[in-house]
């Protein structure tokens, strides 16, 4: 590895149980012919010992920005200036968050923010920190002007495998050795950053197995409930649903990291926590309110149900009881989702489809005319389904006629195999 000769390679390590693998790291640089200086946070130093490293290094290892000023005055900046490479191993959450926010608080903050050499970060950390929207807002957000060694997986107590543990060292080289040769600059345009916040999915998949998915960067418009449509001042025609379904995926949504827009019906449940919630009555106000937030979300699922007809005439007053019938003419709502889906630009649509006969002919011709990415199809006569329920038992239809067949389950689970698809079709218009 001749690319390492005469490079000048600064270390970072901070305090993580993977700071010992930093040893062996600048073991191999310094084999190679690298001149690395080892910067340690004061957290590190409780994992390894700057004399280790300093051997290894074959320079004073550099643990205190203040500790001696005549020596150290202006460090940082000709360190800075004088690195080829950055390489932070391991980044612990707190690093990383220092960095996104522009924190420089010790020498190594100080360094990265000075330097214009390309910057390699290599996680390590707890897998539910990993996992942490806010740890992957501020991943997501540097990755536009740094460099990131993914971290390995290693299996969990729930059986699936979760993201934490350091990647391979030679991964790591790797990584690193491919930096330098391409000379990338630590800067890259704003624009790359942007992109990058919405599409980098397969972590949020990831994340997302076991039970701590990660949406963060992504804007969720669910609507729920029933639609009230006035006959006069006290009446009004609406139907059996609760909100209960919508206000699941919302909550679920939100504990994922996404923003929620909540559009709900008249209900009894409170806002789940973190949820941007807009109580609207009737189908015209529902219409009005999703077609405001549409433009600027991500995805939308339409599990509210609509009242389609309201009466043409709303009287103004209490309708008083006469000798004969009453007959009530209704005049068509608009269809919210159609229209949606005619508009439909990158967000995923998401509908919902409570049938009480042939469920799926019914739902794979609305998925069809509502141009959806898929349509959750209940049987709203079945025991354990429908309206009211905590359970759901449901089917996805997508426009290609396959079908998800789903067990009963609680509508939190529904919510969560619901947001799960749709992370499925993010990652595959990703790849795209
Ligand atoms: N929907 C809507 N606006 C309406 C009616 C329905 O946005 N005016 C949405 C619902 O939120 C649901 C989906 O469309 O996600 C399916 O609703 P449904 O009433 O079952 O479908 P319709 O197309 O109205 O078909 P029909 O009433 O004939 O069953």
Redesign the pocket.
Known sequence: MMMWHNKFVVVGVTGGIAAYKAAELVSVLTREGAEVQVIMTASAQQFITPLTLQTLSKNPVIVDMFAEPKAWEVQHVALADKADLFLVVPATANLIGKVANGIADDMLTTTIMATRAPVVFAPAMNVHMYANPIVQMNIHKLRGFYHFVEPGSGRLACGYEGKGRLAELSEILETAGRVLNSGTSAQQTPGEYSNRVVTNINDQLEAQQCGVADYSGLTVLV?AGATREAIDPIRFITNRSTGKMGFAIAEAAARRGARVILVAGPTNLPAPPGVELVAIES?RDMYAAVTEHYPGVDVVI???????YRPKQRAGQKIKKGEGDLILELER??????QLGKTKQRQVLV?????TNDLIR?ASD?VR??NLDF?VANDVTQAGAGFGTDTNMVKFIFPTGEIHELPMMPKSEVAGAILDQVLVILRQRDKE
Do not use: C, Q, W, Y
Request: net charge positive; no cysteine; glycine share 4%.
């Open positions: 609507t189908a339409k599990s509210a149900a609509v009242a389609d709502n608009p269809d919210i989702l159609a509908g919902f489809a409570a049938e019914h609305k005319r509502k349509i």
